[in-house]
């Protein structure tokens, strides 16, 4: 396949990478003529693998660029926390941009050392979900700041995912009812869920008393904005735990179904799940009663 026109690349790897400090701008922008002109030891890869690759990880990048000068200060948590920023198979797409473009700097001489290496993406144990353990569920929420407490009680409590955590309103709290809404479902304000949110409101007002930002968690660029924060700010929260935000949610809804049987209605009613991943939860709780009695341990 012809690649497109010098001046058209241009034109878009100064549209994706505006934003970027130079230490960063100048690894990616390299990888990326790579990809499309091949190297040393390298052939092209057609203009829709680059442009899917940097499309994949320049959110991701940008993040980082709020933090970093460089590609070398990134951290194999930074890595982790982008994976699990996402589902499914975007999961995999980004681990393999990410390591294609630290695999490219590292060998050009612009790493000490690759922190992508050795990081997968985590898959199911067979075909049945997996209950997390309760160890690694108090970890995660003995959070010590107000904005990560709200973060972690949101997807532990109320399944929510990162995107609908980010985009909450102000207005999908009524303290006054005790009620919450997330993504679009009412459901009751728990004790735990209630705390973390008055803890929160406080933390917020003090700092950012004039913000006029209507989604409930913000941070500093935010703040002084009317968007939401930023995709991979959410899953810091977790990224050094074992209940990550990803496996806190669906412990929620594995518990939830284990709890009030395996009924695939129910659970869409309460969390708004398709009905697909609502049978697949039930399946999973079924067997894993099975393996309970066949285990000898008492049902839930």
């Not at 000490?112 to 050795?118: A, E, G």
Request: net charge positive.
């Amino acid at each position: 396949m012809r690649s497109p026109p010098a001046s058209v690349i241009d034109r878009w790897l100064e549209r994706k990478l505006d934003g970027m400090p130079p230490g960063i701008h100048r690894a990616v922008e390299a990888w990326v003529r790579t990809l499309l002109d091949g190297g040393p030891r390298s052939e092209p890869r057609s203009r829709h693998t680059a442009w899917a690759y940097l499309g994949e990880i320049q959110p991701v990048l940008l993040e980082w660029s709020n933090r970093y000068d460089h590609l070398r200060e990134v951290t194999r948590e930074d890595i982790i926390a982008a994976r699990d920023a996402v589902t499914g198979k975007q999961r995999e797409s980004r681990i393999v941009a990410l390591r294609s473009l630290f695999r490219h700097a590292k060998k050009n001489g612009q790493l000490f050392h690759n922190p992508t290496i050795r990081i997968r993406v985590p898959r199911q144990t067979g075909s049945v979900l997996q209950a997390l353990d309760q160890a690694d569920i108090d970890e995660a929420i003995a959070a010590t700041t107000p904005d990560i407490r709200l973060i972690v009680s949101l997807a532990a409590v109320h399944a929510a995912r990162p995107k609908m955590i980010r985009t909450m309103q102000l207005d999908d709290i009524d303290l006054g009812n005790r009620r919450i809404t997330v993504g679009g479902h009412v459901r009751p304000l728990d004790d735990l869920t209630h705390r973390a949110v008055l803890d929160w409101l406080d933390h917020r007002r003090n700092r950012w008393p004039n913000t006029a930002n209507p989604h409930l968690l913000i941070t500093q660029k935010p703040a002084v904005e009317l968007g939401p924060a930023g995709k991979l700010w959410t899953t810091q929260a977790t990224r050094n735990l074992t209940a990550t935000l990803e496996r806190l949610r669906v412990d929620r809804q594995l518990e939830e179904v284990l709890i009030h049987g395996a009924d695939p209605l129910h659970l869409a009613l309460v969390f708004g799940i398709d009905e697909k991943t609502a049978v697949r939860y039930a399946d999973s709780a079924r067997q894993l009663l099975q393996a309970e009695i066949e285990a000898g341990v008492s049902p839930r």
